[in-house]
């Protein structure tokens, strides 16, 4: 026999063997035999890897050696998927793996397992969905967030819109704002935020009125991403809120906005007892920069203890000096770029 033929028929038998090593019962052989195919880069593995998906302990180096497989192994997934009929363990570790591989044309099989009656395929659909970027998806979220009856499928739908930045999303979220499920609403309004698109601007200030924590807190917060001065009062009157969240974010978003017309609600606020509070007013007193503020600032920054301090443990009278500096800069005609301080 040739030497060729003589190697050749080495590598088939370790070929062999490590395929039969994916069956073991042993979880260490699996795994490393699940790995070595990867190395070995034979396409012939791939289907006896996808079969070995079904065993928990080698799921994880099985799935990773199909994705460096690459297109072969991607194809053959899709075929998989598409034959498996209702095999749920199959189908969401098949699932699973193209979520890893993030390639677009995994996008319309998942779609029609996004659509199927069984919750728990639905699910890990949209979570693939949502790691893959894709325009198709847009419009199949978009009806999710109407009116699908799972909530973790409104969710991701949600997420991934506001990560996608559509305005076709605007609509059906302002909808989500006046849901009562507190999973769904926040989540709405945070999207909105990233979206930043002016027909927001009303519900979310709407939303500032409404009984979830996190749903005032996430409204201020998109209020000052969509930086609009019919925002202003409202925020101001959010210095006020029952919770400390709403207040953060409400003064954070009015140091975005920089109207002049929060400088003197700014100032009332100044009396907030929660100090990270208490820091965000010192901040958004200092970029938007009017020289109404200096004189509470100064006492601030001459009386208060260094006890007092930020989160990130910034004393509020280091914040003030910051914030006078800024005002005096501002006067000046210095006009920084925007930038917190405590964030």
Known sequence: MPFKDFEDSIEQSKFGQLIDMLKSENYNERWYAAEALGRFGDLNAIEPLI????????????????????????????????????????????????????????IEPLIVIAKDINSDFRNKA??????????????????????????????EAAIKLGEIRDFRAVEPLISMLEEK?????????????KIKDFRAVEPLIQALNKESNKLRQYSAQALGSLVDARAVAALTHALKDDYSGVREEAASALARIRDIKAVEPLIQALKDKNPQVKGYIIEALGVIGDVRALPALKELAQKS?????????TPLKE????????????QNGFLEPFEFVIR
């Open 126 to 155: 949209i979570f693939a969905l949502n790691r893959i970027n894709g325009s198709q998806v847009i419009d199949l979220f978009v009806d999710f967030v109407r009116s699908d009856p799972n909530w973790i499928v409104r969710r």
């Open 319 to 330: 914040v003030a000096a910051i914030a006078i500096l800024r005002i005096k800069q501002r």
């Open 305 to 313: 203890s260094g006890i007092e301090k930020t989160v990130l443990g």
């Open 181 to 193: 499920d507190e999973r769904l609403n926040w989540l709405a309004a945070s999207s909105l935020g």
């Open 51 to 106: 079969d070995s998906l079904d065993a928990e302990v080698s799921y994880v180096a099985s799935a990773e050696t199909l994705v460096k497989f690459g297109d072969p192994a991607l194809l053959i997934l899709i075929r998989k998927l598409k034959e498996t009929g209702k095999n749920k363990s199959i189908i969401v570790t098949i699932i699973n793996v193209l979520e890893l591989m993030q390639d677009e044309r995994a």
